[in-house]
């Protein structure tokens, strides 16, 4: 009997336990109906394909919250108990996103929950939110983690969190980021960043939408990747084909891109509030092919509206509105600075270009040089850039609403978009 528990003990080790990877999976969205009822057959064909982790996808909620509350909310106990039901057979682990009606005295909140199913179909984590705000007196959660029988410890994020949350305090090196952030703002997009926050955290991150941080395989109906258990050091940045971090446009200070001059190459400063984005530009081409472009170079800091409430925002950015096909604008070279908050703060490199795509030849690495942090960015050629950005993040000032004043300890933050050269394997120091 001994003898036959060490057997069975190291054949699970081979399988699970003592592998350095494991095989994450997710919907892929553009293949149509993700809705609840077809829950079960997406749990089978991930598990088809030998996935440890699947995360089923989140419900639109295109509609309002009392529209999607009369349409969809009742049925809570039928979705986890089909989730549990499926999961039995299937054995593997399962994440959702569900929303259920919480009902007090003469009122009601809608709660939006992350939900974690084991390989037995028990619910072992469960990170919990009002849609709204709260009326009821429900315990929520600030965080989730949990820990699987292959050896990885996952934190539990909702799409927000990537925003709101300081990166300073994550210690996970795996992430699953799922739920629909109920506010709608303009620009600063949760779901468009998850990219960019993986890419700087040097996170894995399960999404319901994507897989950062490994190769992917598009499989009937779902997307599979293989992941390192020890996170995501030598991962491309996947760029986005929608805007990101712009946000009101009228918080900006902001200048048109001098194309005639960038050809020959050229510098120049945007500020606001005394924080400064320096710009130098070289394009191949003085004048674009494509009649109409424009690009405009900003500076922003301060704070931004983010749902309820307020975010602490340092931004410098390079952008065009035009976004079909290519804007016909070789960009040579392109690199941006700026003097950046230092202590309780973060920046992020944004690219959004006319498709998504991940960008080859990228370096990206941070140093501290007499308290200041140096981000550099190089990247080949391109004519399909649409958006070249730092977004900062300044901790200190959420939910504060006062003007950026300078600080005495500060970073310099650079980025650089220059023709590629053979410049080695990608570089990250451990900024996050």
């Given at each position: 009997m001994a003898l036959m528990k060490v057997v069975v003990f190291l054949a699970f080790c081979h399988l699970?336990?003592?592998?350095?990877?494991?095989?994450?999976?997710?919907?892929?969205?553009?293949?149509?109906?993700?809705?609840?009822?077809?829950?079960?057959?997406?749990?089978?064909?991930?598990?088809?394909?030998?996935?440890?982790?699947?995360?089923?996808?989140?419900?639109?909620?295109?509609?309002?919250?009392?529209?999607?509350?009369?349409?969809?909310?009742?049925?809570?106990?039928?979705?986890?108990?089909?989730?549990?039901?499926?999961?039995?057979?299937?054995?593997?682990?399962?994440?959702?996103?569900?929303?259920?009606?919480?009902?007090?005295?003469?009122?009601?909140?809608?709660?939006?929950?992350?939900?974690?199913?084991?390989?037995?179909?028990?619910?072992?984590?469960?990170?919990?939110?009002?849609?709204?705000?709260?009326?009821?007196?429900?315990?929520?959660?600030?965080?989730?983690?949990?820990?699987?029988?292959?050896?990885?410890?996952?934190?539990?994020?909702?799409?927000?969190?990537?925003?709101?949350?300081?990166?300073?305090?994550?210690?996970?090196?795996?992430?699953?980021?799922?739920?629909?952030?109920?506010?709608?703002?303009?620009?600063?997009?949760?779901?468009?960043?998850?990219?960019?926050?993986?890419?700087?955290?040097?996170?894995?991150?399960i999404s319901t939408s994507n897989i950062y941080g490994a190769e992917t395989k598009n499989r009937e109906n779902i997307i599979v990747g293989e992941l390192s258990k020890t996170g995501n050091e030598q991962s491309q940045l996947l760029s986005t084909s929608t805007s990101t971090i712009l946000g009101d446009l009228n918080q900006y200070s902001s200048k048109v891109l001098d194309l005639k001059r960038s050809a020959q190459g050229y510098q120049d400063t945007v500020c606001q509030k005394g924080f400064c984005c320096h710009f130098h530009v070289k394009t191949q081409d003085a004048v674009p092919r494509r009649p109409g472009t424009t690009y405009t170079l900003k500076a922003h800091a301060g704070v931004m509206s983010f749902g309820d409430r307020a975010i602490g925002t340092e931004i410098c950015s390079i952008s065009t509105s035009f976004s079909e096909n290519n804007t016909n604008i070789v960009f040579e070279k392109l690199s941006i600075s700026g003097n950046f908050s230092n202590e309780n703060a973060a920046q992020f490199p944004v690219l959004r270009t006319t498709s998504q795509t991940a960008i080859e030849g990228l370096n990206f690495y941070q140093r501290s040089v007499l308290k200041q942090n140096e981000i550099k960015l190089q990247v080949n050629n391109r004519d399909d850039l649409l958006e070249f950005s730092i977004f900062g993040r300044d901790y200190s000032k959420d939910t504060v609403s006062t003007i950026f004043q300078n600080s005495t300890d500060v970073s310099v933050v650079v980025i650089y978009l220059l023709p590629f050269k053979a410049i080695g394997p990608l570089q990250r120091t451990n900024a996050f």
């Amino acid at each position: 009997m001994a003898l036959m528990k060490v057997v069975v003990f190291l054949a699970f080790c081979h399988l699970v336990l003592c592998r350095n990877v494991y095989k994450a999976a997710v919907v892929d969205i553009t293949k149509g109906d993700v809705s609840s009822k077809n829950y079960v057959s997406l749990i089978e064909e991930a598990a088809k394909y030998d996935a440890d982790i699947f995360i089923l996808p989140t419900q639109d909620l295109s509609k309002s919250s009392s529209e999607f509350c009369e349409n969809c909310i009742d049925n809570y106990d039928e979705i986890t108990r089909t989730i549990s039901n499926a999961v039995k057979k299937a054995k593997i682990y399962v994440v959702a996103h569900v929303y259920e009606k919480v009902r007090c005295d003469k009122a009601e909140d809608l709660v939006r929950s992350n939900l974690v199913f084991d390989r037995n179909g028990e619910i072992i984590s469960v990170y919990r939110k009002p849609f709204t705000k709260a009326t009821c007196n429900v315990t929520y959660s600030n965080t989730a983690t949990f820990t699987s029988d292959f050896g990885v410890t996952f934190g539990i994020l909702m799409k927000e969190d990537i925003f709101l949350k300081n990166v300073h305090d994550i210690a996970s090196q795996n992430y699953i980021i799922l739920g629909t952030w109920p506010h709608l703002d303009k620009g600063l997009s949760p779901s468009h960043f998850v990219s960019y926050w993986a890419f700087s955290t040097k996170s894995n991150v399960i999404s319901t939408s994507n897989i950062y941080g490994a190769e992917t395989k598009n499989r009937e109906n779902i997307i599979v990747g293989e992941l390192s258990k020890t996170g995501n050091e030598q991962s491309q940045l996947l760029s986005t084909s929608t805007s990101t971090i712009l946000g009101d446009l009228n918080q900006y200070s902001s200048k048109v891109l001098d194309l005639k001059r960038s050809a020959q190459g050229y510098q120049d400063t945007v500020c606001q509030k005394g924080f400064c984005c320096h710009f130098h530009v070289k394009t191949q081409d003085a004048v674009p092919r494509r009649p109409g472009t424009t690009y405009t170079l900003k500076a922003h800091a301060g704070v931004m509206s983010f749902g309820d409430r307020a975010i602490g925002t340092e931004i410098c950015s390079i952008s065009t509105s035009f976004s079909e096909n290519n804007t016909n604008i070789v960009f040579e070279k392109l690199s941006i600075s700026g003097n950046f908050s230092n202590e309780n703060a973060a920046q992020f490199p944004v690219l959004r270009t006319t498709s998504q795509t991940a960008i080859e030849g990228l370096n990206f690495y941070q140093r501290s040089v007499l308290k200041q942090n140096e981000i550099k960015l190089q990247v080949n050629n391109r004519d399909d850039l649409l958006e070249f950005s730092i977004f900062g993040r300044d901790y200190s000032k959420d939910t504060v609403s006062t003007i950026f004043q300078n600080s005495t300890d500060v970073s310099v933050v650079v980025i650089y978009l220059l023709p590629f050269k053979a410049i080695g394997p990608l570089q990250r120091t451990n900024a996050f």
